[in-house]
């Protein structure tokens, strides 16, 4: 089992600048890809961006540009720097981790969320 604590949200006026983290403890070693999804009120929850163990990214549309994911594999630590902050971007940021199973699908963990909110 795998557990991710995040930190860095908080409250910023548009346009400016915040840096998530998240890290995993557990069962560390399985884990392959990892990532923030985010969800607003009132609104599913979405994409913002991953990364696998290799490095490969991906990111949604909305952010590309202006957030940057990127990971520390002997901290075992996923960073999410958010840049160009909008209202739009205001909502509870999730890290996720997916961790490989020989056999069945992909095991996905999540952290408890951290509040972003941003100002205009």
């Known amino acids: 089992q795998v557990q991710l604590v995040e930190s860095g949200g908080g409250l910023v006026q548009a346009g400016g600048s915040l840096r998530l983290s998240c890290t995993a403890s557990?069962?560390?070693?399985?884990?392959?890809?990892m990532g923030w999804y985010r969800q607003a009120p009132g609104k599913q929850r979405e994409l913002v961006a991953t990364?696998?163990?290799?490095?490969?990214?991906n990111s949604a549309a909305s952010v590309k540009g202006r957030f940057t994911i990127s990971r520390d594999n002997a901290k075992n630590t996923v960073h999410l720097q958010m840049n160009s902050l909008k209202p739009e971007d205001t909502a509870v940021y999730y890290c996720t981790a997916d961790s490989y199973r020989a056999v069945l699908p992909p095991l996905r963990s999540w952290g408890q969320g951290t509040q972003v909110t941003v100002s205009s």
């Open positions: 990364i696998s163990s290799g490095g490969s990214t």
């Open positions: 557990g069962s560390i070693g399985s884990i392959n890809i």
